[in-house]
């Protein structure tokens, strides 16, 4: 299975607004992908609610998991995202 271990440049971590971004992104992927710490998970990365529930700060690491067609470019663009200070992102816009 396919993995990707990223930090998250997030100011605010995954928490509200970078969290709703990612999960709607990761929704939108063609497998189903999954996200871990090292504490906790893996919970799908599609649920809000469950990456609230990892309480992901800025600069931690997760790793993300997807498997079958479209797996390895899914988890590209996700760890690109998290790679990414959401919070700058959509305050710039």
């Known amino acids: 299975m396919p993995a990707r271990t990223v930090k998250v440049a997030s100011t605010s971590g995954l928490h509200a607004r970078p969290a709703a971004i990612f999960s709607q992104s990761a929704s939108e992927q063609p497998v ?3 996200i871990e710490t090292a504490d906790a998970g ?9 990456l609230l529930t990892l309480n992901v700060d ?7 998991r997807a498997e079958g067609e479209g797996a390895e470019e899914a988890l590209e663009t996700l760890a690109s995202l998290l790679e990414t200070n959401l919070d700058k992102e959509f305050r710039d816009r």
């Open 32 to 34: 189903a992908v999954t």
């Open 58 to 64: 800025h600069g931690d690491e997760v790793t993300l």
């Open 42 to 50: 893996p919970v799908k990365a599609s649920s809000i609610l469950m």
